[in-house]
């Protein structure tokens, strides 16, 4: 690890608060040169913090079209533990290559790798970087230095969790067998209507079965309680 490395990492625990993780993000951009890095957490208690270094036009684009519907790297985050190599999700439907030209053409990058990371306590959180290269360079790129990344993508959470103080958990919820089944079928990637076929259930039922497990899980959203529910063992995509 080189010198200049470690002052990143030691700039990063020495945060104190939300704004010096930006500045540290920034950093890890611009040693890697990189695209961009981004991190983004969702706590047990709903409460969101990101760090990122997209251009805003493009954020605020991706909430208003509700991207994370078909964006693949969230799905696949939502299903996997291990770091994911944009090159290898599913981008085969149409919504996805739109979706992925716009993003290209946004600025954000045709190469990306993204690290999943569930707390204890019920945080989902994803930290991805993104570059412009080719696919050669890119892998290249990631035999050098993708283990610094994943180092990268642990100390951010764990100081972000710290500065949050995020605690809180799911310890003694209970969900009844069929609200377990609604949550591990839309944790595995189908939409509502064919996780409703699935089980024999109207698609009303079925939100009754969602909703009442979001409630149990105090999560502000159905995507909160998948993650929640998947963070403290109580459902298996």
Known sequence: MTKRLEEVWETLQS????????????QIRD????????????????????????????VQ???????????????E?????????????????????????EAVSQ??????????IRGVG???????VTS???????????????GDLLLASNYMHQRVSEIMDDDESVQGVMLSPRERDVLSLLASGRSRAEAAERLKISEHTFRVYVDAARHKLGA????????????NGLIVP
């Open 31 to 58: 040693f890697f040169d990189l695209q961009h890095v981004v991190y983004h957490v969702v706590g047990s208690s709903g409460r969101e913090y990101g760090a990122f270094t997209y251009d805003m036009e493009w």
């Open 61 to 75: 684009r991706y909430k208003e079209e509700e991207y994370v519907r078909i964006d693949p790297v969230i799905t």
């Open 132 to 146: 412009g290269v080719n696919d050669d360079k890119w892998e290249d790129f990631l035999r050098e230095h993708s």
């Open 15 to 26: 945060s104190r608060t939300l704004e010096d993780v930006q500045t540290v993000a920034e």
């Open 107 to 116: 600025g954000v990058g045709q190469q990306g790798m993204s690290v999943p």
């Open 220 to 231: 502000m959203n159905t995507t909160h309680a998948v993650a929640k529910a998947l963070a």
């Open 122 to 128: 019920g945080q989902l959180a994803l930290f991805s």
């Open 77 to 101: 985050s939502l299903r996997r533990f291990h770091p994911l190599n944009w090159k290898s999700l599913d981008w085969s439907s149409k919504a996805a290559r739109e979706f992925y030209r």
